[in-house]
Every structure is written in C-alpha cells, then in structure tokens.
C-alpha cells in the first residue's frame, strides 16, 4: 500500500558507494523499528541493519565497516550509505518496519543494487 518506498538503488562498480533511502508514513516511522534486509533470487531475505527509536544501530557482520544506517525522524526517513560495495553486495535492497507497540511488520517493494564492473 505504499507506506514504505525505497529508492536510490542502481548498477555501481566495485569499490563504489550508493546510498539507500526509505520514506515511511509519519504514524508508522515514529514508534518502529527500522531495518534494511537484502535478497539475491533463490536465497532467503538476510538482514542487513537495525536502527532503533533512539538511533541504536546493528549491523550484520558482512557489512560492519562498510554500511551505515540512519533515520531521519523529522521527514520519517531512513538511509543505508554503502561503501567499499563488493559484487557480493549485489541483491535486491528491502525497507522494514517493525511498530514497538503492536509488533506489525510493514516492507517496501524493494530497489535493486548490482555492484559489477
């Protein structure tokens, strides 16, 4: 329905950087969770990072360093800056929100990222 949008995907060469953002509705954004998970077709959704309400942050071990999660609670927006991207980077980029009142689960339809030279 629209309620979380990804955008900012695209083909970038190794080494490169992109960086991801997610415009949530204001009465999901504020209470969630935020996270940003990954696909390649054939493989489970592997999650890639955690931003809490009061900005903590997660990352999976193969993006530490690399990517950096952000929110922006003003616009209710989300951001994933990555750098040093590898070809193993290459998946299809997903927004999610959790409510820490009700536990609901909102996605986004996904942006793609090919990292190739």
């Known amino acids: 329905q629209g309620q979380l949008v990804e955008s900012g995907g695209g083909l970038v060469q190794p080494g490169g950087s992109l960086r991801l953002s997610c415009a949530a509705s204001?009465?999901?954004?504020?209470?969630?969770?935020m996270r940003w998970y990954r696909q390649v077709p054939g493989n489970e959704r592997e999650w890639v990072a955690t931003?809490?309400?009061?900005?903590?942050?997660y990352y999976s071990d193969s993006v530490k360093g690399r990517f950096t999660i952000s929110r922006d609670n003003a616009n209710s927006r989300m951001y994933l800056q990555m750098m040093s991207l590898k070809p193993e980077d290459t998946a299809v980029y997903y927004c999610?929100?959790?409510?820490?009142?009700?536990?609901?689960?909102?996605w986004g339809q996904g942006t793609q990222v090919t990292v190739s030279s």
């Open positions: 999610n929100a959790m409510s820490t009142i009700t536990a609901r689960e909102y």
């Open positions: 204001r009465s999901i954004f504020n209470l969630a969770t």
């Open positions: 931003i809490g309400t009061g900005g903590g942050t």
